[in-house]
């Protein structure tokens, strides 16, 4: 009689856990996509190409990052299109926009060498070939 209880009581827990991080996965997939729109003048998660008129965004202080924002929405801080973007943006979503691109490494990653991936294109279509027959 005394593990059914238990039981509930485990259940629950597990439904409390699950409740509280569906949003979190909601609210990085919301980050994201609001990310995304900046990728054309901004670069690809906000790495700029060397030379580009617009500025990077990745690997920079989130502090900065929202600042910036909030005086472009305010219209402190000059701007030609930045004033229009901001403007659709709420607290929330500015800070999030600023987490994010701070997240972001601001070089790419090192292309991997020629060599080793067409090594284990061959490697793995063998081991395809293998486990089908
Ligand atoms: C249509 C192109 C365009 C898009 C899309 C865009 N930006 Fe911008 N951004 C600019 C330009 C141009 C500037 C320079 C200020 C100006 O004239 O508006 C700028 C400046 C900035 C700056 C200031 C950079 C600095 O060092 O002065 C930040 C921060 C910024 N943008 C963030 C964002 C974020 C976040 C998004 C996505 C929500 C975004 N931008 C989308 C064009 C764009």
Excluded at 47 to 74: C, I
Aim: aromatic share 4%; with cysteine; hydrophobic share 45%.
């Amino acid at each position: 009689m005394r593990s059914i209880p238990l039981g509930w009581a485990l259940l629950a827990c597990a439904a409390a856990a699950q409740a509280q991080s569906a949003p979190d996965a909601r609210t990085q997939m919301n980050t994201q996509a609001l990310a995304a729109t900046c990728a054309n003048c901004h670069g690809t998660q906000g790495r700029a190409l060397p030379g580009a008129p617009v500025a990077g965004l990745a690997g920079r202080p989130a502090d900065e990052l929202a600042t910036l924002l909030r005086d472009f929405k305010s219209g402190k801080r000059p701007s030609t299109v930045m004033q229009q973007l901001a403007k659709g943006f709420n607290d929330t979503q500015i800070d999030q926009l600023a987490a994010y691109f701070a997240a972001q490494p601001p070089e790419r990653r090192a292309a991997p060498s020629p060599a080793a991936p067409s090594w284990r294109v061959v490697a793995v279509r063998r081991d395809r070939v293998l486990s089908s027959n």
